[in-house]
């Protein structure tokens, strides 16, 4: 049967195909799982395809503006976040085709969380979740992520469960990997030897530094071309192809010297992203200059939402995504909820390991 | 659709399978096609048509105004859906296109599978080591395509580069299991011995032919010094940075864990049998250090465990800041030989009562030496709350120990207690005494005055008595913590 719809029918269609709770509306919970779908058909792909595959099927749908980019942006970090793609460094794959910057579909898998719930991720080909039917309906669903909370009831733990289905258990320690603590001071120091063991740089057109002379609350301002600054930043140098090169870079006069790309290709940093690297650099950086990067801390029901005003790596968002959930953005960059007998250590994670400061609230 | 007037229509609402932009598309049996249909010059109706159903008009909206039609859930098969945009009734124009929606199952997944043409690994631990293989205690899980196998070889490198061997652990059909490897990995020990610790980095390589190839690199920490076991029996270093002049070897015994007896640097470049019991050697090159604990049980079942001789600790900073860097040394060394973990534990526990004994005093010790494996009497636990020397501020702590530990909130709340019986009011040293009676070791990563703070910590015993008391009573086997 063929019948014509309105725009709100076709999303409550595409929605019911996704297992979605209904409704007509498109936030980054619908457009997450166009991005699963998309990755299930297109990967593996770089991730301006999945985007673009995104923006085709809801063209005529939604303001198809500036909005729908940022949201689907988002979405697909959030993606790669929450272990749904998986990047090169990751996988084999043997096509020479194949860019280092493309992504690729997680097979099926789930992290217990300290909660009893399940954090799900992965992607199956023609199935929106390998789950059986009653596991399936039970799926939360928040923004890019996808948790399965305990059934008390049940006489079977949850963990056999998902076991069953053939599901693989990703240990804890495994999912929230991250780099070995380390003082600020010692690892910002670490890089900058590294840095001045370097040969000269030349000229790097079109270099963007990260100048941490600006205030840490405005991240996007903190960016610009280099003036006449001396020091060492952080920065991104562009490339013919494919997205810039993030580095850390000897400036004098504004003058690029000496330049080192992220992350260190040693037997630890080779893990991180590029962008992971910079960040974490940054904050060392910004610590160790006696003006921290801040979160903002929010007392709500059940615990509190934790803002932030500059990215994270991927690993510390992991771990607030296991200890918590995303939250709609309040004056921030993002902000997740945290429940309130996690709220202690994570707070410490962030103070110990990203050398955040807490910022009172504003009002 | 082609036309100089366009007729644009596209699958609307899901990225659409199969979409090759000029009518080709994919769907599943559990799927409700959506498409959406726009034009740029007038058009009044749309005429629909699947294969040879009824015709279905829908009117038109204004050019560059979208309608969108579903179609409910199609059965297997290919189906041919053609659109026709008509205009005007006297002089009827048409466009017409065709859509051909190729309609299947949904292909269940099948786990242990990748969907795409290659493995994925999954590497536990994460930070995994050249030690931890060897130690038996990697988990490695291969997951790629059904019914195509993978052939797993590990390559060994000395530290200069060059080869030490180049072997098949085994090959697998896909998915792997962490179990199938781990026989590969037992039968490489069982094949190549000893030699495979000369080893100071390793590659598994995992291949798959067009499935690619995945590589997992384990590295040992690299040291310019690092001593290497050859035998149950023998004890040899190797010197990687060629500079043999600037090593320094020594051995610490169990009897005497913190006093350090100088090696003949040449025995330790060349080689040397271990004598006694063994002990917890160290080689030294400039800043470079390595450490083994070689426990070699040589006489009866009296021998398995050597307690520290008893000493006479001296009290103060100084005193305990040197045991705590033999802590360090003893508890983050490799470890040789038979029973070594029990031994070295052994070990650290003794040194660990040393220094505690340095800053808390004798009678403290003793208290706590009494208080072991007694932790769940009233009686004992009274008996060491006497010891803190401060009534009130030793029952606060027991009633509030189940909140205190070294997160933030725990720290918090030793703090406040330490304040309210006036035994601290400074928020840091209450921190450092929390962090120091639960671990020690900590320390040395994040505290960068430890000197000053041990100094100022030893002014305060009982400060450090009642963090003491906490961690103790915090590790009773009731409370199920370490």
Known sequence: MIEEVTKEGVIVTAKLVLALPPGGSVGETFVSALLRRAAAIHCPCSPATLASAVRDSLHYLVDEGEALDEMIDICLEGLLVGGDLLELSQVSVDDPNVKGTWVFAAPPAFVMRPSGAAFLMGISAD???????????????????????????????LRVLLGETGMLELPERVWLRAPTEEAAASFRDRVFDRLAGRGASGTIDDLEILDSATGVMYYKKRWSKPKRQTGIFVGRRPRTYGSP?????????GEPVQILDLPLQDKQAVRWRGCDAAWHLQMAIDQC??????????????????????PLP?????????????????????????????????????????????????? | LTSPALVQIWPAGLPGRGWDGEGQSEWLTTEAPCFGIVHDHPVDSYVFRLNSDPEKHIAAKGAGKPIFVRFSPLPAGVFTL???????????????????????????????TTSHSGVAVILDPPDATLDTLWEGEIKLTVLGPEE??????????????????????????????????????RTIQERHGWDLLYASSAQIRISGGELGQYTVRLERNLKPVRWVCRSAKGATSIHDTGRSEEARAELFTFLDPTDAVPLSTPDALTGFEVGGQGGLFTIRSGEHLDALVVNHVTGGLRDLITSPRRRTIAPGPISARAILDALALWSRARLAGSLVVVQ??????????????????????????????????????????????????????????DQIDTGLEGRKCFAEVAARYNICKNRDQCDFALIWAHEPLRLLVICSNLDQMLTQAAGNPILLRGARLVALLNASPSRGTA
């Not at chain 1, 939250?327 to 994670?349: C, G, I, M, N, T």
């Open chain 1, 314 to 363: 991927l690993w510390a968002r992991r771990r607030l995504m296991n200890f918590g959930r995303p939250e709609p953005r309040h004056k921030s960059f993002f902000s997740y909820f945290v429940w309130q007998h996690e709220l202690a250590a994570e707070e410490e994670f962030l103070q110990r390991r990203l050398w955040l400061a807490p910022e009172l609230e504003i009002s």
């Open chain 2, 82 to 112: 053609s659109v026709t945009a008509k205009r005007g009734h006297s002089a009827p124009t048409e466009t017409k296109g065709h859509i051909v929606l190729r309609v299947r199952e949904p292909a269940p997944w099948k786990p242990g």
């Open chain 2, 148 to 185: 195509r196998q993978v052939e797993c070889r590990i390559d060994l490198q000395r530290p200069d580069g060059s080869e030490i061997l180049s072997d098949t652990i085994g090959t697998y059909a896909l998915p792997v299991s962490p179990h199938d490897l781990a026989a590969g990995i």
């Open chain 2, 344 to 401: 070295r534990t052994h070990t650290v526990q003794c040194l660990q009562a040393w220094m505690i004994e340095a800053l808390c005093g004798r009678t403290w010790a003793q208290a706590e030496s009494r208080f072991a494996g007694y932790a769940d009497s009233d009686e004992a636990i009274d008996a060491l709350k006497l010891e803190v020397h401060s009534n009130s501020f030793a029952a606060a702590l027991k009633g509030r120990s």
């Open chain 1, 127 to 157: 199935e929106v979740s390998p789950l059986p039917p009653q596991l399936a309906a039970r799926i939360e669903y928040r923004s890019f992520t996808r948790t399965l909370p305990p059934e008390l009831s049940s006489a079977v733990p």
């Open chain 1, 245 to 253: 090169i993030w580095c850390v870079v000897r400036l004098i006069d």
């Open chain 1, 289 to 310: 200059n006696r003006t921290p990067q801040k979160y903002r801390s929010r007392a709500v029901a059940g615990g509190a939402v934790l803002d932030f005003f500059s």
